[in-house]
């Protein structure tokens, strides 16, 4: 079973940025896709970006396009999530979360870390 652990969340100001990791505890994460997604309060859990076992295909939601990237360095077992020009509406818990194919579904990745707040202040 692979164990997701997510870091670098913390509190930033509008406009500032914070680079997400993703950890995992088996060598098979380099064979999947992995997936970024958040949750605000109140709000649904929403899609991110993704990536395939590569890196050579990701997929990044609108709302954040042009301002967060997704990268992986297998050798280290980790995905990061690149967060410029943050906004106070990208205050959220962010997860992320491996599996088969790189979806914008949360409900096709198997393994789920802890996730790690982040905060934006305007």
């Known amino acids: 079973q692979v164990q997701l652990v997510e870091s670098g969340g913390g509190l930033v100001q509008a406009g500032g940025s914070l680079r997400l990791s993703c950890a995992a505890s088996?060598?098979?994460?380099?064979?999947?896709?992995v997936g970024w997604f958040r949750q605000a309060p109140g709000k649904e859990r929403e899609f991110v970006a993704t990536?395939?076992?590569?890196?050579?295909?990701?997929k990044t939601a609108d709302s954040v396009k042009g301002r967060f990237t997704i990268s992986r360095d297998n050798a280290k077992n980790t995905v990061y999530l690149q967060m410029n020009s943050l906004r106070f509406e990208d205050t959220a818990v962010y997860y992320c979360?491996?599996?088969?194919?790189?979806?914008?579904?949360?409900?096709?990745?198997?393994?789920w870390g802890q996730g790690t707040q982040v905060t934006v202040s305007s």
């Open positions: 979360a491996s599996g088969v194919v790189p979806s914008r579904s949360d409900y096709e990745y198997d393994y």
């Open positions: 088996e060598r098979t994460f380099r064979s999947n896709a």
């Open positions: 990536i395939t076992w590569s890196g050579a295909i990701t």
